[in-house]
């Protein structure tokens, strides 16, 4: 589920599927000495019935109290859905447990994202599909996302978004101290899968009514971004003109407030996809597709970040880790030292001897600077993974590390910002 750092220790929890119920349990890491201690059991969750579809759990640090909440969807069965938020203080102790009931059919029904807004209270961003098999339905785009306030054991619909026959596979949001409501994301016409531009819309967030809403198709010189000046782009740019453009495989991955004027936001989407020949899977994590919006949704900048991430069999040591920090978003990844000025051009493959771990900052303008944190050889071998880290303070970050070709060489890489920003 993942971790959060609460005093001088950082909480691991997971979750584990047993036949007749599912498990959600804690351990501390020590930071004095990395040691790991109280391996607990929070909740039990009992299965009514096997519904085939993985049930939602998320993990939140209380921003109004010391501790945690876990949040779980109830797999009671496909005519219902529960879902239960069970407040644990910082002793790991079960505090209070909230439960809504939806009356919405379970295998109709997904939660994409909870924000946590006030003591006890949150907005939840939810997708109904209009009917079973939600695999097809997502082709057919026969949904709506509906967004819906938790407020101390009630619960109110707010909003409904329509799709307006575009793939909207997932969204994003935002909120601010004075109510407002930002959902952003990517979206296609034909490609599931596919990126054609960036959609955005702006909700009050006490009528639920909404202020904007805007697409932004992405151009030709964007889909060519990384392509070097040539008359073979020059003839690309001139035969894309005017012509709807969706690139492949693009995946929404976070959108990041710029902090030091609150107006503005990044949203991420990363190249992603996999290939399966036999036993073996190659995982693709590629190119990072970066626009700015403001709180208006216009459209201030677009641009692509180049990274070539290509592992077999396992996923985990690629994607990023974005952040906001100096008014700026900066991203951790594991890269290769030759793309270090990167702009434009073949991308060269990371993971290999020349490995690096970047942490690269996004500029005002769109560009983008990378920085080079340590090698793979300073690093022992060792590469961090992106998804396993927690903050120490707001200048040091700690990634968990493996030799990917001896796993059980495993390592804490700890990385102090100010030596790099």
């Keep these: ?56 759990t998320l993990l939140l640090k209380n921003k109004h109290g010391k501790g945690i909440f876990l949040m779980n969807e109830n797999p009671f069965g496909v005519d219902s859905l529960s879902l239960s938020i069970t407040e644990i203080d910082e002793n790991l102790e079960v505090v209070n447990e909230t439960k809504y009931d939806f009356d919405l059919p379970n295998d109709e029904f ?19 599909y209009y009917g079973k098999n939600i695999l097809r339905k997502d082709f057919k785009k026969e949904y709506e996302y509906q967004l819906f306030k938790l407020d101390q054991g009630n619960l109110h619909k707010l909003a409904t978004i329509s799709n307006q026959g575009k793939h909207l596979r997932s969204l994003e949001m935002l909120h601010s101290d004075s109510g407002e409501v930002i959902l952003s994301g990517i979206y296609s016409e034909k490609d599931l899968y596919g990126m054609r531009g960036v959609y955005f819309c702006k909700l009050n967030g006490t009528s639920g009514a909404i202020v904007a809403e805007k697409f932004h198709p992405i151009t030709p010189d964007f889909s060519l971004r990384l392509m070097e000046e040539s008359k073979k782009k020059q003839n690309l740019l001139k035969n894309r003109e005017g012509k709807p453009i ?15 004027d609150g107006h503005k936001f990044i949203l991420l989407a990363e190249q992603i996809h996999s290939v399966t020949v036999y036993t073996q899977t190659k995982y693709y994590h590629d190119n990072v597709a970066m626009f700015q919006l403001d709180t208006n949704g216009n459209l201030e900048w677009s641009n692509i970040l180049g990274k070539r991430q290509l592992k077999d069999n396992v996923p985990i040591y690629s994607s990023f880790l974005p952040f906001p920090k100096n008014g700026k978003v900066h991203l951790f990844y594991n890269g290769n030292i030759n793309n270090k000025s990167h702009t434009t051009g073949k991308v060269e493959k990371a993971f290999g001897s020349e490995g690096v771990l970047f942490l690269t900052t996004i500029q005002e303008n769109g560009g983008y600077v990378r920085n080079k944190v340590a090698s793979v050889e300073e690093l022992e071998g060792i590469f961090g993974r992106p998804s396993l880290y927690s903050w120490l303070d707001e200048h040091t970050v700690i990634f968990f590390g493996q030799d990917i070709n001896n796993v059980k060489n495993q390592r804490f890489i700890k990385v102090t910002l100010n030596k790099y920003l």
């Design 246 to 260: 969706e690139l492949p495989y693009y995946i929404l991955q976070d959108i990041v407030p710029v902090v030091q």
């Design 1 to 56: 589920m993942g971790t959060i750092k609460l005093d001088s220790t950082i909480l691991h929890l997971w979750e584990e599927d047993l036949t007749s119920s599912i498990s959600l349990n804690s351990e501390r890491i020590e930071l004095d000495d990395f040691t790991l201690r109280d391996k607990k059991l929070l909740i039990n969750i009992p299965k009514k019935i096997e519904t085939g579809k993985r049930v939602f």
């Design 110 to 128: 997904s939660i994409n994202t909870i924000q946590q807004t006030g003591e006890n209270q949150f907005l939840m961003l939810t997708k109904l």
